[in-house]
């Protein structure tokens, strides 16, 4: 039996990969079906990863035996983006529910289980990387930030992530010390790319890029059924949901900062993705 952890950068791609890893054989991938805040009550990452395990072995048997299976869905289907639905005035909302999800496709006794949960497997990634096998999707940095303020109710938006201070008591004292929002994303985001620089190995970090030019088959490198993929996917790093001049200065920010972000991703990339912000005129 597989059971993979599938971190990442919030809003750099981990629910569209939820979403493609549910199109392949064999294979079932959950968007954030836990609660993650009973992590902090445990007392250290074993404890963590005991009650992961059991999750596991609970959902297997559940899609096993009865053919259904507890994730955050949107109309009872895992979608390729939480945050697609759009609100009167044209903005974009969170519409996900939690609860049951039918899966009727066929599932041999040892099927492939994912589970996603981007900040919280991120925060304790040192010891769950021991007992599981994990891995992170990442974007481009500027894109990844431009996401974030493009949403009105992401925590992120303010320079915050409740979950990963709660369990990184570092992490919340860094921030805490930040009076300005977006150095506090910035720090964020490098605190991301830092613990997967540690705690994972190189196969086991898939570029959003990548993942969307190569039309969901970059996924075989660590998930071998990839391979059939053919989907039509289209790279969203510059949206007309995104605030441009924000993303400007944003940008320019990050070109000045050093941090573990550029063991990924280099200047250029930011530089050419700021070139294309500038070149697009808004869209309605």
Not at 252 to 265: A, I, K, M, T
Request: net charge neutral.
């Amino acid at each position: 039996m597989r059971d993979v952890l599938i971190t990442g950068t919030p809003r750099s791609g981990t629910t569209l990969v939820c979403s493609l890893l549910n199109r392949l054989p064999d294979t079932v991938a959950l968007h954030e079906p836990m609660n993650v805040w009973e992590f902090a009550s445990c007392r250290d990452g074993d404890e963590v990863a005991a009650m992961i395990e059991r999750f596991c072995a609970e959902s297997r048997r559940s899609l096993r035996e009865h053919k259904f299976v507890i994730s955050k869905h949107v109309g009872g289907k895992i979608r390729d983006n939480s945050a697609a639905q759009l609100d009167r005035a044209g903005k974009r909302v969170r519409r996900t529910e939690h609860g049951r999800i039918e899966v009727g496709k066929a599932l041999s006794q040892n099927f492939t289980l994912a589970i996603k949960h981007p900040a919280a497997f991120t925060a304790l990634l040192e010891p769950l990387s021991k007992r599981f096998e994990c891995c992170a999707i990442i974007r481009n940095p500027l894109a990844t930030l431009g996401s974030w303020n493009s949403l009105d109710w992401l925590p992120l938006k303010d320079g915050h992530s409740p979950i990963a201070e709660k369990l990184d008591g570092d992490l919340a004292c860094d921030l805490a010390a930040k009076s300005d929002q977006i150095e506090r994303q910035i720090h964020i985001v490098n605190w991301f790319y830092e613990r997967f620089r540690r705690f994972l190995p190189e196969h086991a970090v898939i570029k959003y890029e990548d993942l969307v030019n190569s039309r969901g088959r970059e996924l075989a490198k660590f998930f071998p059924a990839a391979t059939e993929l053919d989907e039509n996917l289209t790279s969203k790093n510059v949206s007309h949901f995104y605030d441009r001049a924000l993303m400007t200065d944003v940008g320019q920010r990050l070109l000045e900062c050093d941090g573990p972000v550029w063991n990924f991703y280099n200047r250029r990339d930011v530089e050419n993705l700021l070139n294309e912000v500038g070149s697009r005129a808004p869209s309605g």
